[in-house]
């Protein structure tokens, strides 16, 4: 099994702890997820966050819908937190979010570890494009939702 990493960088004008809170409201990852990905989550609001909660999600991949269920392998408010796919579309898939206080703001650093199925030429053609576009829209959505004016 090939495993790719992805990772990226962002920084807001917003402190940790406001950041580090809108990252534990579950219901804030179908804000800041593509409207082509058709996401919701399945698991009842709201969802207390810590290490060992369950959250499931329904969404489509390029018109195939998908059930996703991924578990909090890490929480440490507000710092880091881990969640790590238990059923889903991909072979693995881990995904670490940091958060440090930076220029008077928080850089909300990201750490993807996953394989997919289907081999090298999926993932160049189709997956590794669209994690770039999911992870585009979400810092685009991220710096509109925590500038200053929202803190």
Known sequence: MK??????????????EKV???????QNLETITPAWLRFRILTPL?????TGTLIDYQLRIHGWPIRWR???TAWQPP???VDEQQRGPYRLWVHEHRFEPKGGGTLCSDHVRYAAPGGALVHRWLVR???????AFRAKKLTE???PSSS
């Open 3 to 16: 495993v790719f990493n992805f990772d990226s960088e962002l920084w807001l004008p917003t402190a940790i």
């Open 20 to 26: 580090f809170a809108f990252f534990s409201d579950a």
């Open 46 to 50: 709201p969802i207390e966050m810590r």
């Open 70 to 72: 991924t578990e909090i």
């Open 79 to 81: 710092h880091r937190f």
């Open 129 to 135: 494009p669209d994690v770039e576009r999911i992870f």
């Open 145 to 147: 939702l925590l500038k």
